[in-house]
C-alpha cells in the first residue's frame, strides 16, 4: 500500500520564500510527479510536473518563482516557492502517477499542507 506524507506548510511573509517536500512510502513505480494547489473559494489546479526522466512544466504565472524537484530513488518530490504573495495562499498538494502492467494508471495524492502568505 503507497501511502504519502507531505511537510513543509506554514505562514510566510509576502516576499518569503518556503519549500515543500513530499515522499511515498510503499511500492510504487513513478511515472511522474507534481503539485497541485487550491485557493480559497477556488477548484484546485496544477502548479507544476515533473516526468520521469523529462523536463519540468509550471503553470505559466509561476514560472521562475516556483521550482519542482524530485529524488525518484528517495520516492520525494520538492517545490521551492520563492517571491511569495498572497494570492499563493492555498492548501498545496503533491501527486504521484504511476503506470504498471499489474495496475495500470495509478494517482496518489498528499493529504495537502497550508500554505498561507500573509504580513
Known amino acids: 500500500q503507497v501511502h504519502i506524507e507531505e511537510y513543509g506548510g506554514g505562514l510566510v511573509q509576502p516576499g518569503g520564500s518556503l519549500k515543500l517536500s513530499c515522499t511515498a512510502s510503499g511500492k510504487i513505480n513513478i511515472a511522474e510527479m507534481a503539485w497541485y494547489r487550491q485557493r480559497p473559494g477556488d477548484a484546485r489546479e496544477w502548479v507544476a510536473r515533473l516526468p520521469n526522466g523529462g523536463t519540468a512544466n509550471y503553470a505559466e504565472s509561476l514560472t521562475g518563482r516556483f521550482i519542482i524537484s524530485g529524488d525518484r530513488d528517495k520516492k520525494t518530490v520538492y517545490l521551492d516557492m520563492n517571491n511569495l504573495a498572497h494570492e499563493d495562499t492555498a492548501v498545496y498538494y503533491c501527486?504521484?502517477?504511476?503506470?504498471?502492467?499489474?495496475?495500470?494508471?495509478?494517482?496518489?495524492w498528499g493529504q495537502g499542507t497550508q500554505v498561507t502568505v500573509s504580513s
Open positions: 501527486y504521484f502517477l504511476e503506470f504498471t502492467l499489474a495496475r495500470g494508471r495509478q494517482t496518489y
